[in-house]
């Protein structure tokens, strides 16, 4: 028997009426709990069988959804690559809603756009593939290396990764170090896991360093990935190494939900950030309590690994780590992840002269009429603070598989340095490419840029 999801009703308190009802008991409606239940009352064979036979539905219904939003084609833009080689694609994806043009959407007040229903879906917040059920998750292709090198195994029974690989970073990413910017690309093309991070890094790294990567690339229990019965791996699993989100120190976009906001429909899908540049970085974690790197990576260990639930990360396998010894070793380590190469701009973030007539009209617009440099601002184009859009200026509030789109609150200015390298863009990876974060800002701060100047913003971006 299949129940409905109320919106504002966890998924496992569901479960247990729903258990109670099939038997013909009158159950009332559970208190609402920041808790998940640490006593499982359902055997591991029975929560892989009904999470595989609800699968494909799920599945499904996001891929209906990305569909509808967005134009999924593969549209690389020629001669631009990222820095390891992957095409990146170009072009707006987000739909718009019919009988409109991008220029009226502009044109109108937020008002208007709301009452008329004219926000494209696109620019809504974007759900996790299973938003009741959330969790880490892993694209295919990161799974795949992450099993040949460490016969590990990141999937899972009951859901697959979601956007299209096009649409992801670099695989593997190039490792650029601030200490050694002569070497270049020090991974040499290969994905850093415990098997060769010695081999790679011994004479480059200082043994601090080199013991915080060792940590980095280490499994530990997690979840989703862990040897409880409600675990989301077949098999007992070694857990998620920190280096599997942040793939050879940038990312693959793998995605989770916040764990420092409840209820479950409100959480905000993550798009897992880059760690490259993360020594100019001041602000971390998804609502950016945490103000330096050592108190993240302890952090995540502690509790978003565990979506934010001390008493499941204690049942699940908690790893405590030394603050002296491992945590600032880890941290020293990410510190030196340098941003990728940009021959274009100056000692002082700024374009050079032989930068093309587009480049250059669309740094004048950065810094003039487009207004990005309210927040990013040069040489690593971050302000290091916090920023509310109040997108929900342009839609009202509803619930989108699960995921109820309302205001998403501050957000951090993320650096704009290496931004080609690092789709999906905002957040939550609602937005695909470049061009389609330029029409969302140019229609959240109405600075109505007309095409030609959109052109020449995104030329610019894809210079930084």
């Not at 494209?120 to 795949?144: C, Q, S, T, V, Y």
Request: proline letters at 8%; hydrophobic letters at 35%; aromatic letters at 8%.
């Amino acid at each position: 028997m299949r129940h409905r999801q109320s919106p504002r009703r966890r998924p496992w308190a569901l479960l247990a009426a729903g258990a109670l009802g099939v038997c013909g008991i009158a159950v009332a409606a559970d208190p609402p709990t920041s808790y998940m239940p640490v006593v499982i009352k359902e055997t591991f064979a029975a929560i892989k069988a009904r999470m595989e036979r609800d699968k494909p539905a799920i599945e499904q219904r996001q891929r209906g959804l990305l569909e509808q939003r967005y134009d999924l084609s593969d549209q690389p833009v020629r001669g631009l690559k990222m820095s390891g080689g992957k095409p990146v694609q170009g072009g707006v994806r987000v739909r718009l809603p019919s009988g409109t043009s991008w220029e009226e959407l502009a044109a109108m007040a937020p008002e208007q756009v709301r009452e008329r229903g004219l926000f494209p879906a696109g620019f809504l917040p974007l759900p996790h593939p299973n938003h009741a059920e959330g969790g880490m998750l892993f694209p295919k292709f990161h799974i795949d290396a992450v099993k040949r090198a460490e016969q590990r195994d990141l999937t899972r029974f009951d859901l697959d990764f979601d956007l299209p690989d096009r649409f992801l970073p670099d695989f593997p990413a190039p490792i650029y170090l601030t200490t050694r910017p002569d070497l270049g690309d020090v991974s040499k093309g290969q994905l850093v896991t415990i098997n060769n991070y010695f081999e790679l890094f011994n004479g480059v790294l200082n043994p601090k360093q080199l013991e915080g990567l060792r940590l980095l690339v280490t499994p530990f229990a997690q979840q989703q990935f862990n040897q409880t019965e409600d675990r989301r791996s077949a098999l007992p699993s070694r857990g998620v190494a920190c280096l599997d989100c942040h793939s050879n120190g940038h990312t693959v976009a793998a995605t989770h939900l916040v764990g420092d906001i409840r209820p479950q429909e409100f959480r905000h899908r993550i798009d897992t950030p880059t760690l490259r540049g993360v020594n100019v970085q001041r602000l971390f974690g998804s609502q950016r309590a945490l103000k330096t790197v050592e108190d993240f990576t302890e952090f995540e260990q502690r509790a978003a690994y565990f979506d934010g639930d001390p008493v499941i990360a204690t049942k699940k396998g908690i790893n405590i780590l030394d603050r002296g010894h491992q945590v600032h070793a880890m941290g020293e380590f990410q510190a030196i992840l340098d941003f990728p190469p940009a021959p274009k701009l100056d000692l002082l973030g700024k374009l050079k002269p032989e930068a093309s007539e587009a480049e250059k009209r669309g740094q004048e617009l950065f810094f003039g009429k487009a207004q990005c440099s309210a927040c990013h601002q040069p040489p690593y184009y971050t302000d290091n603070s916090m920023h509310n859009l109040q997108v929900e200026r342009f839609f009202k509030p509803q619930t989108v598989n699960g995921r109820y789109a309302s205001a998403d609150g501050p957000i951090k200015t993320f650096p704009l340095r290496g931004i080609k390298d690092s789709p999906p863009y905002l957040h939550d990876g609602r937005l695909l490419t470049l061009e389609d974060t330029v029409e969302f800002f140019n229609v959240v701060l109405q600075t109505r840029l007309e095409k030609q100047e959109k052109d020449d913003l995104v030329a610019f971006l894809r210079a930084l």
